[in-house]
């Protein structure tokens, strides 16, 4: 189907740059591939891994982890690629003295930027949370040989307004906890106490936060006066799941974007302390789709000009920036994490100071 807008030279253009983009990611990914394997071979075989496992638990989750993650480094790659070859070819030249201007000429590599922006999106966003937890599983089982914490001491947190629970132990097996308190407060002042033995997390209620109290004892105060109930078993909805009590590492990549707000805002709200890790891979995911847009004009900008070398320079500077912009957005979350950065700024500096290199090297750009 043909766009009204779009002109051949347009369609030209949006084949070259999507289907060098595509072809990239599949060599660099399958060579990415090779040596992965290659350095994890003795893992695998001392940790008995199996071939099914290799291949659909880990390999088939790895290749779209890690596409999405170097995805600037691709379309960076791909617009350079492409574009010295058409100014070797002096079809640049061509096209801007057949009256075509050079922002014009933009138009094409800015909507193959979008369909790439979107694809990264969804990836990021949908698919990939879901695929890194068989990928991170398998990684802790056979290739880390790391297991996920299954328990967890004396945690406290808050779970609703003025309200303070308190576990001495939680075993994640049995969704069992040990010594369990639940604190009131009314005007910074204790209204309620509740302790129970142990307390168990209901996994086949189709209500929610349903939790079972054994051995309770409820201590309310009003005032001087003091009213203290027993029950052998209670059964209360308590805003609190087995997953608050353990944290995973790099659980913020397990989560979809949904998943995620709701964590955050979950979490803020019972005062839990440093959630930088999960911020800033939130805003991360707006952020580096919009890097293809940013990358695209520095590459065209780059590459557009007729060299005698061809490629190479264009290439080797394309290649230097494009690594720069990934080690920089790595730099920026630890300043986030260590240093108190606000996660948002931390997950679109990059792209903020490639703007401004692309604004520079556009208007450098021969025309």
């Given at each position: 189907?043909?766009?009204?807008?779009?002109?051949?030279?347009?369609?030209?253009?949006?084949?070259?740059?999507?289907?060098?983009?595509?072809?990239?990611?599949?060599?660099?990914?399958?060579?990415?591939?090779?040596?992965?394997?290659?350095?994890?071979?003795?893992?695998?075989?001392?940790?008995?891994?199996?071939?099914?496992?290799?291949?659909?638990?880990?390999?088939?989750?790895?290749?779209?982890?890690?596409?999405?993650?170097?995805?600037?480094?691709?379309?960076?790659?791909?617009?350079?690629?492409?574009?010295?070859?058409?100014?070797?070819?002096?079809?640049?030249?061509?096209?801007?003295?057949?009256?075509?201007?050079?922002?014009?000429?933009?138009?094409?590599?800015?909507?193959?930027?979008?369909?790439?922006?979107?694809?990264?999106?969804?990836?990021?966003?949908?698919?990939?949370?879901?695929?890194?937890?068989?990928?991170?599983?398998?990684?802790?089982?056979?290739?880390?040989?790391?297991?996920?914490?299954?328990?967890?001491?004396?945690?406290?947190?808050?779970?609703?307004?003025?309200?303070?629970?308190?576990?001495?132990?939680?075993?994640?097996?049995?969704?069992?906890?040990?010594?369990?308190?639940?604190?009131?407060?009314?005007?910074?002042?204790?209204?309620?106490?509740?302790?129970?033995?142990?307390?168990?997390?209901?996994?086949?209620?189709?209500?929610?936060?349903?939790?079972?109290?054994?051995?309770?004892?409820?201590?309310?105060?009003?005032?001087?006066?003091?009213?203290?109930?027993?029950?052998?078993?209670?059964?209360?909805?308590?805003?609190?799941?087995?997953?608050?009590?353990?944290?995973?590492?790099?659980?913020?990549?397990?989560?979809?974007?949904?998943?995620?707000?709701?964590?955050?805002?979950?979490?803020?709200?019972?005062?839990?302390?440093?959630?930088?890790?999960?911020?800033?891979?939130?805003?991360?995911?707006?952020?580096?789709?919009?890097?293809?847009?940013?990358?695209?004009?520095?590459?065209?900008s780059l590459s557009s000009r007729k060299r005698k070398g061809g490629m190479g320079f264009s290439l080797g500077i394309g290649i230097a920036l494009s690594a720069t912009y990934i080690l920089l957005q790595g730099l920026s979350?630890?300043?986030?994490?260590?240093?108190?950065?606000?996660?948002?700024?931390?997950?679109?500096m990059p792209n903020i100071l490639y703007t401004f290199i692309a604004i520079y090297l556009y208007y450098k750009a021969p025309k």
């Amino acid at each position: 189907m043909k766009i009204p807008f779009l002109k051949r030279i347009d369609r030209y253009i949006i084949a070259k740059f999507l289907g060098t983009y595509f072809f990239s990611i599949v060599l660099i990914i399958s060579i990415g591939v090779v040596f992965d394997f290659n350095e994890n071979v003795d893992r695998f075989t001392e940790s008995h891994a199996p071939w099914r496992a290799i291949v659909m638990q880990y390999y088939l989750n790895f290749i779209p982890y890690y596409a999405n993650l170097f995805s600037a480094l691709f379309v960076f790659i791909s617009v350079i690629f492409f574009t010295t070859k058409l100014a070797d070819g002096s079809e640049f030249i061509a096209m801007i003295s057949a009256g075509i201007s050079y922002r014009r000429l933009l138009l094409p590599y800015m909507i193959s930027s979008a369909v790439i922006a979107a694809m990264t999106f969804y990836l990021g966003a949908e698919v990939i949370p879901r695929s890194s937890i068989k990928r991170l599983a398998f990684e802790n089982t056979y290739k880390k040989r790391k297991k996920n914490p299954t328990y967890a001491d004396k945690v406290q947190l808050q779970v609703d307004t003025g309200v303070i629970a308190y576990m001495e132990h939680f075993d994640g097996i049995v969704k069992t906890g040990r010594h369990f308190s639940l604190d009131k407060f009314e005007n910074k002042k204790l209204v309620s106490h509740l302790s129970a033995t142990s307390a168990v997390y209901d996994t086949l209620s189709d209500v929610r936060y349903q939790w079972h109290l054994n051995d309770v004892t409820i201590r309310e105060l009003r005032g001087l006066r003091e009213k203290i109930t027993h029950y052998d078993r209670l059964d209360s909805i308590i805003r609190m799941e087995p997953q608050d009590f353990l944290f995973i590492r790099n659980q913020q990549e397990t989560m979809t974007n949904a998943e995620l707000r709701e964590y955050i805002d979950k979490q803020r709200n019972r005062g839990s302390g440093n959630l930088s890790i999960f911020e800033v891979e939130y805003y991360k995911r707006y952020a580096s789709p919009l890097a293809a847009f940013i990358l695209s004009s520095i590459g065209m900008s780059l590459s557009s000009r007729k060299r005698k070398g061809g490629m190479g320079f264009s290439l080797g500077i394309g290649i230097a920036l494009s690594a720069t912009y990934i080690l920089l957005q790595g730099l920026s979350a630890t300043f986030s994490t260590n240093a108190g950065m606000h996660p948002a700024l931390a997950a679109w500096m990059p792209n903020i100071l490639y703007t401004f290199i692309a604004i520079y090297l556009y208007y450098k750009a021969p025309k």
